[in-house]
């Protein structure tokens, strides 16, 4: 199972990026798909996953009304839409996938120790 995250970038302060994350191969036709952030000196924090399941989200409380996580399932493909970006979300984002995770939303998608298939990471830069 590879992951390949895409679309990071350089943005100015209130502007919006559109994360990209493809995954080659899929055993289960519901996963989680977690979006984790990494900044310099921070440790990966967990901001928004999705049950591609049934396409349920969550969203931690620093991100929510401004990120949105959704699927392609014809692409094999889990966005995270970024607006309003401030200066304090740069940071290396990466994308996960459990293939054993719980079926209902809680605290637990945003967990980084869960999620077994990580991508390589794509910086998200807002200055």
């Known amino acids: 199972v590879q992951l390949v995250e895409s679309g990071g970038g350089s943005v100015q302060p209130g502007g ?3 994360l990209s994350c493809t995954i080659s191969t899929t055993p289960a036709p519901g ?3 977690g ?10 924090e967990g901001v928004a996953a999705i049950y591609t399941g049934d396409k349920s989200t969550y969203y931690a409380d620093s991100v929510k009304g401004r990120f949105t996580v959704s699927q392609d399932s014809r692409k ?3 966005y995270l839409q970024m607006n ?9 984002y990466y994308c996960a996938a459990d293939f054993g995770c719980r079926a209902y939303a809680g605290s637990w998608w945003l967990s980084r120790f869960d999620y077994n298939y990580w ?3 794509t910086q998200v830069t807002v200055s």
């Open 76 to 78: 094999n493909t889990v």
């Open 119 to 121: 991508g390589q990471g």
């Open 35 to 44: 979006w984790f952030r990494q900044g310099p000196g921070q440790g990966r």
């Open 84 to 92: 309003s970006l401030k200066p304090e979300v740069t940071a290396m």
């Open 16 to 18: 919006s990026l559109t």
């Open 31 to 33: 996963y989680c798909v």
